[in-house]
């Protein structure tokens, strides 16, 4: 007699029959399609011991009290090649607090992999981020480093990723203010940007506890251009969601190890725009497609917030995601794995045909 199968043997039927097919076309499981029409997407598997060559550069720009130069830090597996095909670039934009290596490139001895550089270097990418000015290995024009100031870092970062890497329209991935600054960017310069991620991102702000606390400082952000940024501010960003059991805390003594290498101070101006001066991004203008990507403890935005920016995004090739047990900064997170999934997924996902 025939039997219908249990709901779990048709899943592991339906997972058996997808790995198989995926053997069978060349493609090995839970490696993105390649998208048509395009060579922005990484379709070889991630090699776990892979070496990863990794460089830096400088870039410069003019600000009021004149040349202001900027650090870049690139990571991809094996050096670069002359005449090879280009890998897919992802420039990756950090926040408010803490500089570009130790949100992106960070180790955390004895904790397993906190590097997004190295995870997407093995995913296939060309991984390049910078410290923007007033951060980090990066020069200071003594400026507060507003989001218009990160805008015309970036463009400064294009006179040199081009050249290195033989791409002029890149992936974008920013968290926290950072997700701000490449929105701006996008808007800004809409022709060198492919797809764009969006994390712990803030469109208005309206009821976000984060910003209302934030904002009881905000005549200290108009009147000076800097602000204390030292051990107990970093550990703060991990325990003020009230989800602390959502990250290792080494993680927050490990950014603070090294970001305090850098002074206890960092730029004020993400904090005056996200107090006094949002919205900043008009998402009519993000032309390309976007991901969003937040903790459902985030308390920077509302979900009502972020949807309003996200329905008014104009490219349908667009996704909304939620990462369960996360607050404010998934990168750092015990999901982080969950967030990489998510990105990884976006950046090689199949172009879409006209109708």
């Given at each position: 007699?025939?039997?219908?199968?249990?709901?779990?043997?048709?899943?592991?039927?339906?997972?058996?029959?997808?790995?198989?097919?995926?053997?069978?076309?060349?493609?090995?499981?839970?490696?993105?399609?390649?998208?048509?029409?395009?060579?922005?997407?990484?379709?070889?598997?991630?090699?776990?011991?892979?070496?990863?060559?990794?460089?830096?550069?400088?870039?410069?720009?003019?600000?009021?009290?004149?040349?202001?130069?900027?650090?870049?830090?690139?990571?991809?597996?094996?050096?670069?090649?002359?005449?090879?095909?280009?890998?897919?670039?992802?420039?990756?934009?950090?926040g408010s607090?803490?500089?570009?290596?130790?949100?992106?490139?960070?180790?955390?001895?004895?904790?397993?992999?906190?590097?997004?550089?190295?995870?997407?270097?093995?995913?296939?990418?060309?991984?390049?981020?910078?410290?923007?000015?007033?951060?980090?290995?990066?020069?200071?024009?003594?400026?507060?480093?507003?989001?218009?100031?990160?805008?015309?870092?970036?463009?400064?970062?294009?006179?040199?990723?081009?050249?290195?890497?033989?791409?002029?329209?890149?992936?974008?991935?920013?968290?926290?203010?950072?997700?701000?600054?490449?929105?701006?960017?996008?808007?800004?310069?809409?022709?060198?940007?492919?797809?764009?991620?969006?994390?712990?991102?803030?469109?208005?702000?309206?009821?976000?506890?984060?910003?209302?606390?934030?904002?009881?400082?905000?005549?200290?952000?108009?009147?000076?251009?800097?602000?204390?940024?030292?051990?107990?501010?970093?550990?703060?960003?991990?325990?003020r969601d009230?989800?602390?059991?959502?990250?290792?805390?080494?993680?927050?003594?490990?950014?603070?190890?090294?970001?305090?290498?850098?002074?206890?101070?960092?730029?004020?101006?993400?904090?005056?725009?996200?107090?006094?001066?949002?919205?900043?991004?008009?998402?009519?203008?993000?032309?390309?497609?976007?991901?969003?990507?937040r903790g459902?403890?985030?308390?920077?935005?509302?979900?009502?917030?972020?949807?309003?920016?996200?329905?008014?995004?104009?490219?349908?090739?667009?996704?909304?995601?939620?990462?369960?047990?996360?607050?404010?900064?998934?990168?750092?997170?015990?999901?982080?794995?969950?967030?990489?999934?998510?990105?990884?997924?976006?950046?090689?996902?199949?172009?879409?045909?006209?109708?």
């Open positions: 007699m025939h039997r219908c199968p249990t709901p779990l043997q048709a899943a592991i039927a339906r997972r058996t029959l997808l790995k198989l097919a995926a053997i069978g076309t060349g493609i090995a499981p839970g490696i993105g399609f390649p998208r048509s029409g395009t060579a922005q997407t990484a379709t070889s598997a991630p090699v776990e011991d892979a070496p990863i060559w990794s460089a830096q550069y400088w870039t410069a720009k003019i600000a009021e009290k004149g040349e202001v130069r900027l650090n870049l830090w690139r990571k991809r597996v094996g050096a670069p090649k002359a005449g090879e095909p280009p890998l897919p670039v992802l420039f990756l934009v950090h607090s803490n500089s570009a290596r130790t949100s992106f490139d960070l180790a955390v001895p004895g904790k397993g992999e906190y590097s997004l550089m190295n995870v997407f270097a093995r995913y296939g990418y060309d991984v390049w981020t910078m410290d923007h000015d007033g951060y980090g290995h990066s020069g200071s024009s003594g400026n507060n480093s507003d989001v218009a100031s990160s805008v015309a870092d970036i463009r400064a970062a294009m006179a040199v990723l081009p050249r290195e890497t033989g791409r002029s329209k890149l992936h974008f991935y920013g968290t926290s203010s950072g997700a701000i600054r490449a929105a701006a960017f996008a808007q800004a310069q809409p022709d060198a940007v492919d797809r764009l991620v969006l994390v712990a991102f803030t469109y208005k702000g309206t009821g976000s506890p984060t910003l209302r606390d934030r904002a009881k400082q905000v005549e200290f952000y108009r009147a000076n251009n800097r602000r204390t940024r030292d051990r107990a501010m970093i550990r703060s960003i991990f325990t009230n989800l602390a059991s959502s990250y290792d805390m080494a993680v927050a003594d490990a950014i603070a190890d090294e970001e305090l290498k850098f002074g206890d101070q960092v730029p004020t101006g993400t904090y005056l725009d996200m107090t006094a001066n949002l919205p900043l991004v008009d998402p009519r203008k993000i032309l390309c497609p976007v991901a969003m990507i459902d403890h985030d308390g920077i935005a509302t979900m009502e917030d972020l949807l309003e920016f996200y329905r008014q995004l104009p490219n349908g090739d667009r996704q909304f995601i939620t990462l369960p047990s996360t607050a404010h900064s998934p990168g750092y997170a015990n999901n982080r794995h969950l967030m990489w999934y998510a990105t990884r997924a976006f950046l090689a996902a199949p172009s879409p045909v006209a109708g």
